[in-house]
């Protein structure tokens, strides 16, 4: 077989934040016409590699070359590379048209045409998904949803021109069927146009769809470079990973589904009561209890935000104990006993500018009302990093520090000393690896076992067939088409009742 020609390799390429080395001497070459899968655990250095990669930071030491008509070896054209990073980064208070469209005025201060950019932006969006691309325009990116924000990110990125596309763990938050388009999409562009995309994902089914080799990095080193996805494993790529162990400790026995808590009124019996009612479903969940939500976002969010007190909602009543309730805020309903995990850690989870330990301590100063770091905060913070195996260097080091995935940790351990009895996730396993991923399954477990209700909106299908013993399908206008328990949680009935593919 012909060797692609490489648009870009990385050679020996070292990077350090203090005395931490992120990245000591990685390799990584990506060709042109090809999806090249780069794997690793989180905090393997894969963030700071893409951002060193597009210009976004400085690496120490290494050389980058690029395929360039200029013939220039350590610099991109400017149309070169085009990146979706973990944490979005699109500009709030311009709309979804101007954030498209904002890449194409580089050069030059020419009057803004909204005509064009609205035409732009359908166009980039259509690819993914059309009812979304003709509604969405003209709307705030401020105002749209983390689903939705995704979408606007890639849609920008694919329409750039990029002969690199660095993608960095896109369908985090998409549906089955908008991932199945995406990948159409990049297929199309690496046989028609010969496009590179660089794709990271801890997922090992989109993997397999859509990648043709991979590259692994463990602890900032190269583990496998270039192997083709047709002569490797997922065991061994797991093990490869550093993460074998990590797996085998959680795997259930081959045919059998792993035992899960709640469904049947054990831990703390019923005096926990949650009751969600509205048009053709009537649910009294008792305590102890983990509810899947299937379905695109529309239904899901609607249900966990009048959960939480983000928003009031119609459709849906709420009652706890035999009380019917509604809350105006979230901190109302944190109060009452009730957390929310988002999806969104950077724009509406993780505290960016505060310590590690002012972010563990985040929903218990909402729930005293308290503002000041006290002393008992330091030894819960100590115990919270040790009971989560979180590797960090202080907690007075800023979340920035840490991987998405241990950030992601950062978001459940506020709420571990609160017990609290009513616990709603949203796509809490987002950009995790595979051993993080086992750690929140556990996580998650352990608080059902002591009678904790979880409520758990996940896009994957076998992380729902997992955990859940009850779980409410949505279909994509957001309306509750099913209920289904036990053995019905299973993939195939999970996308006929939503309509999704799994």
Request: glycine share 10%; hydrophobic share 40%.
């Amino acid at each position: 077989m012909n060797e692609r020609p490489y648009l870009m390799a990385a050679r020996g390429i070292v990077k350090s934040y203090g005395p931490t080395r992120v990245l000591k001497g990685f390799d990584l070459s990506v060709a042109a016409g090809e999806v090249h899968a780069f794997l690793g655990g989180n905090g393997a250095g894969k963030s700071t590699l893409i951002k060193i990669i597009s210009g976004q930071i400085e690496r120490d030491g290494g050389s980058l070359e690029f395929a360039s008509s200029a013939g220039n070896a350590d610099t991109s054209d400017e149309n070169t590379i085009a990146v979706v990073n973990q944490e979005l980064a699109l500009l709030p208070h311009l709309t979804v048209a101007e954030n498209i469209a904002l890449p194409r005025r580089h050069r030059g201060f020419g009057l803004f045409n909204g005509g064009e950019a609205r035409r732009i932006a359908v166009d980039a969006l259509s690819l993914i998904d059309p009812p979304f691309a003709h509604a969405s325009v003209d709307r705030l990116v401020a105002d749209l949803s983390l689903h939705e924000r995704q979408l606007v990110e890639i849609a920008r990125a694919l329409d750039s021109g990029a002969s690199l596309l660095l993608l960095d763990e896109p369908t985090a938050n998409l549906t089955a069927a908008e991932t199945e388009r995406l990948f159409a999409v990049l297929r199309r562009l690496t046989v028609d146009k010969g496009l590179a995309v660089l794709f990271v994902s801890h997922r090992m089914r989109e993997i397999r769809q859509i990648a043709d080799v991979c590259t692994i990095i463990r602890n900032g080193q190269t583990g496998l470079d270039r192997v083709p996805l047709t002569s490797i494993s997922d065991a061994e790529i797991v093990e490869q990973m550093g993460q074998a162990a990590l797996g085998a400790a959680h795997e259930a026995p081959q045919g059998q589904r792993r035992p899960r808590i709640g469904g049947n009124g054990n831990g703390s019996g019923n005096s926990n009561t949650l009751r969600l009612r509205t048009e053709g479903i009537d649910l009294n969940i008792p305590a102890g209890t983990i509810l899947g939500l299937a379905g695109p976002p529309a239904g899901p969010e609607t249900l966990m935000d009048a959960l939480t007190g983000m928003s009031s909602t119609k459709r849906w009543s709420i009652a706890r104990n035999g009380v019917d309730v509604s809350y105006r805020r979230p901190s109302a309903a944190a109060r009452d006993g009730i957390g929310f995990v988002s999806g969104d850690r950077a724009n509406k989870g993780i505290l960016a500018n505060l310590p590690i330990v002012d972010n563990l301590a985040a929903s218990a100063r909402i729930v005293g009302r308290k503002r000041s770091v006290r002393k008992d905060e330091i030894a819960v913070g100590h115990d919270l990093l040790d009971t989560l195996s979180i590797r960090a260097g202080s907690l007075w080091d800023l979340p920035a520090t840490l991987s998405g995935g241990t950030q992601q940790k950062l978001l459940i351990a506020r709420w571990l000393k609160l017990k609290p009895t009513v616990l709603v996730l949203e796509e809490p396993t987002r950009g995790v690896d595979i051993g993080t991923k086992q750690e929140i399954y556990s996580l998650i477990r352990e608080m059902a076992a002591q009678g904790a209700t979880i409520v758990w909106w996940s896009t994957e299908y076998v992380e729902l067939a997992e955990l859940c013993s009850i779980v409410i399908a949505f279909d994509p206008d957001g309306c509750p088409t099913s209920v289904l328990k036990d053995e019905q949680i299973n993939e195939a009935e999970l996308a006929h009742a939503t309509g999704m593919a799994a």
